[in-house]
């Protein structure tokens, strides 16, 4: 590793993984390889990616039965256009490896190893987001409350006086009494 001249990539930062060859999507043995390759240098599980934040690239050929493992870190150079010019350095190790002896494991058992148990797949929380600065955000779904019924708390200022009381119920009374005329002429 130290043959290669230059500078290395940051310890822990996540790569970028390149698989070609046609062996990668047709021969069982070679799926299984890239299948534990990528369990292998997989990394935290990120949504969005900055072109900047991209340094390190593991890139995986499978030619005529080999399979050759090479480790690149990514130079963004200046161009004329906004994107920016890539230029791969190697900075190693490179392996050039055989698949010769495998003992795979029938269909039915890797479908169950391939299986998550439930209780490793988070659930959905339902009415339950977060904003942009990570704090809780939750809806509440509620009947329609009538405000005057309320209960607020008891003070005298905000007492009806008798006189209003007593004002409230007869106009009320007198509401219901009195039926609207109709003028007929």
Request: with cysteine.
């Amino acid at each position: 590793m130290y043959e290669f001249q230059g500078s290395k990539t940051v310890v822990g930062s996540k790569p970028c993984l390149i698989f070609s060859g046609d062996d990668f999507d047709q021969d069982v043995d070679h799926r299984r390889l890239k299948s534990l390759l990528i369990d292998f240098f997989r990394g935290p599980v990120v949504t969005q990616i900055r072109l900047a934040g991209l340094e390190h690239v593991i890139m995986v050929n499978a030619i005529d039965g080999k399979i050759f493992i090479r480790n690149y870190k990514i130079l963004l150079k200046k161009s004329g256009s906004r994107t920016p010019r890539i230029e791969l350095e190697e900075i190693g190790p490179s392996l050039d490896l055989v698949l010769r002896r495998t003992k795979v494991a029938s269909d039915d058992l890797y479908k169950i190893a391939l299986k998550v148990p439930k209780t490793a797949k988070p659930r959905k929380i339902k009415n339950l987001s977060h904003d942009p600065f990570g704090s809780k955000l939750g809806r509440i779904h509620m009947q329609k409350q009538d405000l005057q019924k309320l209960q607020t708390r008891k003070m005298k200022g905000l007492k009806r006086k008798k006189e209003e009381k007593i004002s409230n119920s007869t106009d009320a009374s007198k509401a219901k009494k009195s039926k609207p005329s109709s003028n007929v002429s």
